[in-house]
């Protein structure tokens, strides 16, 4: 009852024997592959116009590509390349470690104007489609975090390498009920939340998250 209240999964009492019980349907994995796969081909041709002028639209605000590519953490723990439209400057403050620097906050300065738009729209992980065709990812999962934000968080906080039982997503559960959160403390409260995606991993819940998202990137509010 409070799982369904509160949409989170509390893990400060798991077990490993208890990961078992939150094991994802390994059925509706496969099919949901093969619907992101189908679906992205479609929204892909759909949208081409659309990438080109925010493509073009970055490239005049800001010096520096379109596209910005980061190593990412993603499905069973294996390292990808991630793609999203640059929303922030090229330049980077050598003094700041890797970490550091994958650390965004909501009021970075780095962030261009045009950027903030593409952020609070969700536009900017439309190039993510290339990581979905790729079987990277999926439309909905638990968002993957930047290579050394991964490994930092793996070493602070319990059980958070099983996040990765399932594809992470451009959107996900965490997202639309947390939002972005960077700190150890924050992001072992997004865990819960992970945790209840993964526990109740069915298309009902897939489609609410798609719901909530639409929502967000129509009103610029909600979490994001």
């Keep these: 009852l409070q799982e369904r209240l509160t949409g989170r999964v509390e893990i400060e009492h798991l077990s490993e024997n208890t990961l078992g019980a939150l094991n994802p349907d390994d059925l509706y994995l496969k099919i949901k592959q093969a619907i992101d796969w189908l679906g992205t081909l479609l929204v892909l041709l759909l949208t081409l116009p659309l990438l080109a002028a925010i493509a073009a639209i970055i490239r005049l605000e800001s010096k520096g590509p379109a596209l910005f590519s980061q190593a990412r953490m993603g499905y069973r723990g294996k390292i990808f ?27 970075d300065l ?34 993957p975090e930047a290579a050394p934000l991964s490994e930092w968080y793996e070493q602070e906080l319990p059980f958070y390498r099983y996040r990765h039982i399932v594809r992470p997503g451009i959107s996900g559960w965490a997202q639309v009920m947390q939002g972005h959160v960077a700190s150890p403390d924050q992001v072992l409260s997004k865990l ?33």
């Design 81 to 107: 390349t991630l793609h999203k439209f640059r929303t922030m400057t090229t330049a980077r403050d050598s003094t700041q470690s890797a970490r550091e620097q994958a650390i965004t906050q909501d009021d």
């Design 110 to 143: 780095r962030i261009t104007r045009f950027g903030r738009i593409l952020r609070r729209t969700r536009l900017d992980e439309l190039p993510q489609m290339i990581n979905i065709l790729r079987g990277e990812m999926s439309w909905i999962g638990p968002r």
């Design 192 to 224: 819960h939340y992970d945790f209840y995606y993964i526990k109740n991993f069915s298309p009902w819940l897939d489609l609410l998250i798609v719901l909530k998202t639409v929502r967000t990137m129509l009103t610029g509010f909600g979490a994001r």
